[in-house]
């Protein structure tokens, strides 16, 4: 997985898998952690290469 954007101060990050390209966020807190993929407004996974890559074409 590589990291897309992290924020120390509120402990997640935003990381796609190379493969499939599916956004996550993960999230610690303390010991603990979460991971979770991002969703769109219809509850389909959220690709990097189509929504990052793309919008560097226009």
């Known amino acids: 997985m590589k990291e897309v954007n992290s924020h120390s101060y509120n402990k997640y990050s ?12 993960v999230a610690q807190v303390g010991a603990a952690g979460c991971i979770t993929p991002r969703l769109d407004k219809s509850g389909n996974p959220v690709n990097y290469y189509d929504s990052h890559l793309n919008n560097n074409e226009n």
């Not at 935003?14 to 599916?22: L, S």
């Open 14 to 25: 935003i990381v796609y898998d190379d493969e499939t390209g599916v956004e996550y966020i």
